[in-house]
């Protein structure tokens, strides 16, 4: 068996000594016949060109949480004075090149002179529409933060930045990142690689992010499947005040389904967890499937009717927006 040489083991539940895997889900690779398949039989929605936002710019700490959407899985989360960004991507493209690939079509809902000094960076995995390499070296430039990821991204990360300064754990794994504020990385639904030979040789997952009375769940990317590692979640770490899930992305659901959660699903997971309220991410901003641009908030609107819950409890939210508890 070739070696992993992002990460060397040990055997788990969830990697098998060369590449980590989904236990107990339908998570399949998809072969290029599956992709040809797809872009043979593919039917997009228009998109528009631009979408014009407002953006935000948020105070340089916050003692109460606050969430600040910066667009597709982009996040500044503010707790206890201690900031920090999800997946952050503020490159015109998500790509590994500057001049092709998925181009935005809002800003971000920050503007990168306006984002404050970042504390800690929370990656969930290594495709390149969450791990932008141009923007890391930025924050690292600017902050040096902490990075905090899931097993084997480590590696992409510090050949490209041998400054950066990362943690990589295990799903369920603790970070203290203060005497107030924990990080916790969670299982998800997915995959990942950023070449040809490297296909779920690095893990990917979520985060929850504690302080004394706040509970807050970035899911990343993932799929639904049956439900179980969310309601483990929630038994392990309790309610989520707020929940950022996934709701773009999807379509065509034959090619999508294993790895991306649809609106409906995304219901489900706030469900599951119990969260208060959540926050749809990953839609939106740069075309990655088949569904038009706000076919992701219409169909949340639907799912949410439909299981007679209040549309302000789960917002497909704009850049720029922004969430405080109380």
């Known amino acids: 068996m070739a070696r992993n040489r992002f990460h060397p083991g040990p055997v788990t539940d969830h990697f098998d000594g060369r590449r980590f895997f989904n236990p107990g889900s339908n998570v399949t690779d998809k072969s290029l016949l599956d992709i040809l398949r797809w872009r043979r039989t593919s039917r997009p929605s228009p998109w528009p060109a631009r979408v014009d936002i407002e953006p935000a710019v948020p105070d340089r700490r916050a003692g109460d949480a606050r969430v600040t959407i910066v667009g597709h899985a982009t996040v500044l989360i503010q707790v206890r004075d201690v900031n920090i960004v999800t997946d952050p991507l503020w490159s015109e493209r998500a790509s590994p090149v500057g001049f092709a690939g998925p181009k935005r079509v809002s800003p971000p809902g920050i503007a990168f002179d ?29 902050d040096q933060p902490l990075i905090i990821t899931p097993l084997g991204n480590d590696r992409t990360v510090k050949a490209a930045i041998p400054r950066a300064k990362v943690h990589a754990g295990d799903w369920w794994d603790g970070h203290r990142v203060n005497d107030a504020v924990d990080v916790t990385i969670l299982p998800a639904l997915h995959w990942s690689a950023r ?63 294993p790895v991306h959660a649809d609106p409906g699903e995304a219901v489900s997971i706030m469900q599951d967890l119990e ?37 302000e409890r789960f917002l497909a939210a704009e850049p720029g927006y922004v969430w405080q508890e109380g």
């Open 114 to 142: 306006d984002l404050p000094a970042i504390d800690v960076v929370l990656l969930s995995h290594n495709h390149y529409d969450h791990l932008d390499i141009a923007t890391l070296r930025r924050l690292v430039e600017r």
């Open 195 to 257: 070449g040809l030979g490297d296909r779920r040789k690095a893990l990917w997952g979520g985060f929850a992010i504690r302080s004394a009375g706040h509970l807050i769940y970035f899911a990343g990317d993932t799929a639904y499947g049956d439900g179980r590692i969310f309601r483990e979640i929630r038994q392990k770490l309790g309610r989520p005040d707020v929940a950022l899930l996934p709701i773009g992305a999807y379509a065509p659901r034959w090619f999508m389904e």
């Open 275 to 311: 969260a208060a309220r959540a926050i749809g991410i990953h839609w939106g901003v740069f075309r990655l499937s088949d569904e038009g641009r706000d076919e992701p908030r219409t169909a949340l609107v639907a799912a949410l009717t439909e299981r007679n819950l209040p549309c």
